[in-house]
């Protein structure tokens, strides 16, 4: 029978619960700053923590496994020890930084739909997140964006698209959500018809209001690459709740 180095069994349920802490920390940081409600899956935050828990909770353990050893002496142990911990930092810095770079900035409203808008996408465009605080006071704020009138806009908005500027990532054209709230309305998403297909969805909506409130929001698709999911307002443009459609 296969019998594992008692030195190296250690050392591998050690490097595993240090690494479990740290993933639970990480996690939690993930979900609470960069992804958060009522955000997070439409986001795509179980990808960005299945990419910490794949690097933090396998890479390091599984180097300790294969090169740690009771044969060895202390100082090659320790040598061992701080390549393995800089092998995953490193590892683990390029994974948070992809993982934040997919966070979502904003939630534009754009035509007939929302659009979740990445951190990254805004920070290659403009060399930084802007300060959005001005058209909303969420987490992940939420957004409309003007179609442009005059001439002097419009040539703005088409050398943009020209440049690869998606209209929705355009920020001159943001403006606070109530101001949309009018063409909003006027591409909703019918409701009852959606209940009818999934009606598994009303407890979701029950828990957002009662059914004289219901019968005053308004909703709205939001596209993403992560499932359907369905914005829910209410009449003064203040976010309810996102809910995920079935397939």
């Known amino acids: 029978m296969f019998k594992i180095d008692v030195f190296k069994r250690k050392a591998v349920v050690f490097h595993l619960l240090l690494s479990g802490l740290l993933t639970v920390g990480l996690a939690t940081w993930i979900l609470w700053r960069w992804f958060p409600a009522p955000f997070s899956f439409a986001a795509g935050a179980l990808t960005g923590l299945m990419i910490v828990i794949s690097v933090d909770m396998c890479l390091g353990p599984l180097l300790t496994f294969i090169v740690m050893h009771s044969k060895k002496s202390i100082r090659e142990r320790f040598i061992d020890a701080l390549v393995i911990a800089l092998l995953q930092l490193s590892a683990l810095s390029y994974g948070m930084w992809q993982v934040y770079l997919a966070s979502p900035a904003a939630v534009v409203f754009w035509e007939d739909a929302f659009y979740l808008v990445k951190t990254g996408s805004l920070q290659q465009r403009y060399g930084e997140v802007p300060d959005l605080t001005a058209f909303s006071q969420q987490s992940v704020p939420v957004i409309y964006a003007l179609k442009p009138v005059t001439s002097e806009d419009l040539r703005a908005f088409n050398q943009a698209l020209h440049a690869g500027v998606v209209?929705?990532?355009?920020?001159?054209?943001?403006?606070?959500?109530?101001?949309?709230?009018?063409?909003?309305?006027?591409?909703?998403?019918?409701?009852?018809?959606?209940?009818?297909?999934?009606?598994?969805?009303?407890?979701?909506?029950?828990?957002?209001?009662?059914?004289?409130?219901?019968?005053?929001?308004?909703?709205?698709?939001?596209?993403?690459?992560?499932?359907?999911?369905?914005?829910?307002?209410?009449?003064?443009?203040?976010?309810?709740g996102v809910l995920q459609l079935p397939e």
């Open 167 to 240: 209209p929705f990532e355009q920020v001159s054209l943001y403006r606070p959500l109530a101001e949309g709230l009018p063409l909003i309305k006027q591409s909703p998403v019918n409701i009852q018809k959606l209940l009818q297909r999934f009606p598994q969805l009303q407890p979701q909506l029950d828990a957002l209001g009662d059914q004289q409130a219901q019968q005053t929001f308004v909703y709205s698709a939001l596209r993403s690459e992560y499932g359907k999911y369905l914005m829910v307002l209410d009449d003064s443009a203040q976010l309810r």
